[in-house]
């Protein structure tokens, strides 16, 4: 059964950066799209970043210029790089794995972990 598990929230100061790893078991990790979601209370789940198994990559637009997604299939785990964040950008962040197949979608979700950004 699939497992992800994300790491390296915390809190930083306005301005500054934060990795997040996902890693994934239970599944053929590179034969997913990989995506990254963010959340905070009162708000709908935001779309941050996707790669897709073939390392195609897109950002919402709040975010360009300053996030990278990456992936490493050797370890079977998908990064955001996220630099010169700002107070907006706080919130609960989830990675998810997404395979399609034909009409049915399998989704695979993280835990997920906090990024607190302070001023």
């Known amino acids: 059964q699939a497992l992800l598990v994300e790491s390296g929230g915390g809190f930083v100061q306005a301005g500054g950066s934060l990795r997040l790893s996902c890693v994934a078991s239970?599944?053929?990790?590179?034969?997913?799209?990989m995506e990254w979601y963010r959340q905070t209370p009162g708000k709908q789940r935001e779309l941050v970043a996707t790669?897709?198994?073939?390392?195609?990559?897109n950002y919402t637009d709040t975010v360009k210029g300053r996030f990278t997604i990456s992936r490493d299939n050797s370890k079977n785990t998908v990064y955001l790089q996220m630099n010169s964040l700002k107070v907006e950008d706080t919130a609960v962040y989830y990675c998810?794995?997404?395979?399609?197949?034909?009409?049915?979608?399998?989704?695979?979700w993280g835990q997920g972990t906090q990024v607190t950004v302070s001023t």
């Open positions: 998810n794995a997404r395979r399609t197949f034909g009409t049915r979608t399998l989704n695979y």
């Open positions: 239970g599944i053929t990790f590179s034969f997913y799209r």
């Open positions: 790669i897709t198994a073939d390392g195609v990559t």
